[in-house]
């Protein structure tokens, strides 16, 4: 199974914010949109860092509450890892294991095409295992 099946299920809609906004504004969109992180994309929508609750909480313990008004391209991750459509869920796991972090945006001909979260695997993976189970349970059934 690849990412694309991923993002058929969940959509591909991709919250950004730009570069220069600040800390609290980038807060509130987390918040509005219930989600823990957001791509960090400059005014060609070119993708220029991710931006997670963790750097957030990072940045608050660093400089207290005056954090609020840094800009975000001072706190995000500017190295972003990214995956394709056509990477395997497998493989997009290996990635989050080993780079330690559960947000990874999806490319496509050069633009952020979607986002995948741990949330999305774990439903992902939870959902598979269920129709092995029931699979199995029918197939002994009938037995
Ligand atoms: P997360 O576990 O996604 O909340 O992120 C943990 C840390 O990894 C934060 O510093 C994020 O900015 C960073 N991070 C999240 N996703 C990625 C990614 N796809 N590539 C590089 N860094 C990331």
Known sequence: MHVEQLLKDKGR???AVQPHRTLA???KTLS???IGAVVVM???GAL???LSE???IRALGAHGSAA???AVSSVMTAKVVTCRPQTSVDELMEIMTTGRFRH???VEDGRVSGIVSIGDVVKFRVAAIEAESQAMRDYIAMA
Do not use: C, H, T
């Open 104 to 106: 990874v945006p999806v």
């Open 25 to 27: 504004e980038a807060i």
């Open 13 to 15: 809609d991709v919250v």
């Open 68 to 70: 609020l008004n840094n």
């Open 54 to 56: 963790r750097d957030i």
């Open 42 to 44: 400059g005014a060609d």
């Open 48 to 50: 220029v860092g991710i």
């Open 32 to 34: 509005d949109r219930r």
